[in-house]
């Protein structure tokens, strides 16, 4: 559902000098060679994560993560495990293994929370859950997860380039679950079942009224609350909707309700 993200690694050796160019190329492959293999064969600390990078940059993202994982295992009080557990989460993410990504992103944060890479690590972690939001007709779990995540980002880190894109993407994921709402509501609408369908409307305008559910969700109290036989809470409905989507149909149509079923009946 995204672009992915620029390597925040900034590191002072050639192995990552084209940290960056992996995304912005569009390298994202996950598969490797049919010899790839990771049979354990000790290796200086240099070498290793060189070729982690190599994988990475040549579009074996998945085999560049084992790699860095690798160069973590084999030299674990170097420094440059430190920046191995980091690129193994985001080489999982290059790879869509988003679960494995989102692992080792909180491992980093739970040995290095105080590093200066730990906004990009949260960042990570968000997208990783972004990335598999599924379409609104299926279980929204995943998407709240993101939320969560996205709303830690811009929490902790505001003034960050990645919490500028956290509140983008929280847009689209609110509107996502208030078409969920929207979706429940209907099917509640369509069987009767009027109090429900009206606990879901009411959940997006009191929660999501900056989407684009809003003005529907406010159109479908109107409706429901002549179904439940209170007139004077379809009007009161309809004069909010009025008042915020004047021109949209939403408000054409429960002008219409009202008219027909509740004219000169109150809001008050």
């Not at 050796?13 to 000790?42: K, P, Q, R």
């Not at 994921?173 to 079942?193: C, P, T, W």
């Amino acid at each position: 559902m995204t672009t992915r993200p620029r390597s925040p690694l900034k590191l002072a050796f050639a192995a990552t000098a084209c940290a960056a160019t992996v995304l912005t190329a569009g390298c994202a492959g996950t598969g490797g060679g049919s010899g790839d293999s990771l049979a354990y064969v000790a290796r200086d600390v240099e070498t290793l994560y060189a070729e982690a990078k190599r994988r990475l940059d040549n579009g074996n993202a998945k085999f560049a993560a084992a790699l860095f994982d690798e160069v973590e295992r084999q030299h674990p009080y170097s420094p440059w495990a430190r920046r191995a557990q980091l690129m193994s989460a985001f080489s999982y993410y290059v790879a869509r293994d988003y679960n494995k990504a989102i692992q080792s992103a909180q491992r980093f944060l739970s040995i290095h929370p105080g590093n200066k890479d730990a906004p990009y690590a949260y960042y990570l972690i968000a997208l990783s859950y972004y990335e598999q939001i599924s379409d609104v007709h299926r279980d929204q779990a995943i998407t709240e997860q993101a939320r969560t995540a996205l709303n830690e980002v811009v929490r902790r880190f505001p003034q960050t380039a990645y919490a500028a894109d956290a509140r983008l993407k929280l847009d689209l994921v609110n509107d996502h679950l208030a078409g969920k709402e929207m979706e429940i509501g209907r099917f509640y609408e369509r069987s009767g079942r009027w109090l429900a369908a009206q606990i879901r409307f009411q959940n997006v305008v009191d929660n999501y009224q900056t989407t684009s559910h809003a003005p529907e969700a406010l159109y479908r109290l109107t409706e429901t609350s002549l179904a439940l036989g209170i007139p004077q809470e379809a009007v009161k409905y309809a004069a909010v909707l009025g008042a915020n989507y004047p021109g949209t149909e939403w408000y054409e149509k429960a002008y219409e309700l009202v008219q027909d079923h509740a004219a000169g009946v109150s809001a008050s």
